[in-house]
């Protein structure tokens, strides 16, 4: 029986996201093979994370297409990524605790794709007037990322509903980002300041 290499990476990631600090050992148990046939495909765990880093990229491409990020107010662009990325949160918030990810010159490409996309959906909001403008795009991408990753664990606690994941993300992000008349008031004095 050959190795499924997708399914294997998918048992790591579900596993990973519920315990970031799962031994190879419980990986291999996880995707129902042995460590030896784990390790054949994965020389260790930096490998299995970049791998797994690969397949978060990949999903959350997927997840930023799906949600037409140029299509319509940017509001409701940002609600549709949230809703399209669910699916990939756990993986994101997973990955996004792995430092090494971020660091040097060793970074993905992808990641800087994603960020600029992201970001470009938050320029756009802000030129528009729908977001505020004393919040830098690449602020609010963060924050993005910092809330999807909040929710996953919070839901993996048993603290909140996973059917609640994407309407308190958005709500939170945007209720801070939109603008509101006191936000262009507080605009407008520094403008003239």
């Known amino acids: 029986m ?4 997708d399914h294997v990476l998918r048992a790591a990631a579900a596993l990973l996201t ?30 299995l994370v970049r791998a797994l880093e690969a397949l978060g990229i990949a999903e959350c491409e997927t997840a930023l297409d799906a949600a037409r990020l140029d299509d319509g107010r940017a509001e409701d662009a940002v609600r549709r990524l949230v809703r399209e990325a669910e699916p990939a949160a756990g993986l994101l918030a997973f990955l996004y605790t792995e430092n090494q990810l971020f660091e040097g010159e060793e970074q993905h490409s992808g990641w800087a794709r994603i960020d600029d996309r992201i970001t470009a959906l938050f320029r756009r909001g ?19 990322f910092g809330l999807l990753a ?7 606690s ?22 509101r008349d006191e936000t262009r008031r507080e605009e407008t004095r520094r403008e003239e300041s």
């Open 158 to 179: 048993g603290k909140g509903a996973p059917k609640d994941f994407t309407h308190m993300t958005v709500e939170l992000l945007l209720g801070g980002a939109l603008r």
């Open 126 to 144: 802000q030129q528009s007037g729908e977001f505020r403008i004393d919040l830098t795009p690449a602020w609010l991408t963060e924050a993005l």
């Open 2 to 5: 050959a190795l499924d290499r």
């Open 150 to 156: 909040s929710g996953v664990w919070l839901v993996q």
């Open 18 to 47: 519920r315990k970031s600090t799962a031994t190879m050992d419980e990986v291999a148990k996880a995707a129902g093979i042995s460590r030896a046939t784990l390790h054949r495909q994965f020389a260790g765990r930096d490998a």
